[in-house]
């Protein structure tokens, strides 16, 4: 947690100089915007290397709702199609009639068993998605009433195995420093 923007823009621009290598580099804007204004000294600085600046509602990190529907929608690629095999399989190998027997042609025995499947994985995928707990919940949740109190958040994210320069940070003097995993 930062207190302004240009303190964020200068810890960039140092981690840049550094060459750290940063899969991702936000800037997240207080929630309460009319309360802080971003700055104008940054007009200086070169579009490419300026930071991005977001809704905390925009980081699927920072926001539990958001990284739910992504998982779902992960779920969902791997459960439709291994739920549509399981349900041709079961209609196949147990012979039931029950579509038949409500008048339907015996072709569609195994496509609706399939498509019965199909959705069962679709339906697997939001069980499953919603019944992930993050470990994160009570550092989400202080980070979010310090967004909302007006303070600047920069998330960075590195590759595997890869630290932060602790020196660099450090100079920035930050508010806070909170690390969060995605696991």
Avoid at 130 to 141: G, Q
Avoid at 148 to 153: I, M, N, Q, S
């Amino acid at each position: 947690m930062l207190p302004n923007q240009t303190t964020a823009q200068k810890l960039f621009d140092n981690l840049l100089e550094a060459t750290t290598p940063l899969n991702k580099c936000k800037l997240i804007r207080p929630s309460q915007q009319d309360r802080v204004e971003e700055s104008t000294d940054l007009k200086e600085i070169n579009p490419s290397t300026q930071l991005e600046v977001v809704e905390i509602n925009a980081i699927s990190l920072l926001n539990p709702k958001l990284s739910r529907k992504q998982r779902q929608k992960t779920m969902a690629v791997w459960l439709m199609p291994f739920g549509f095999l399981a349900g041709l399989i079961f209609s196949q190998m147990t012979g039931l009639k029950t579509f038949t027997n409500l008048g339907l042609p015996s072709w569609g025995e195994s496509i609706f068993g399939s498509l019965l499947g199909m959705a069962s994985g679709w339906l697997g995928s939001y069980a499953g998605a919603i019944s992930v707990n993050t470990a994160n919940e009570d550092d989400l949740r202080s980070l979010r009433q310090r967004n909302e109190r007006g303070e600047w958040l920069l998330f960075l994210e590195t590759p595997v195995g890869v630290e932060l320069p602790w020196r660099l940070v450090q100079e920035a003097e930050p508010l806070e420093v909170v690390g969060l995993s995605d696991t």
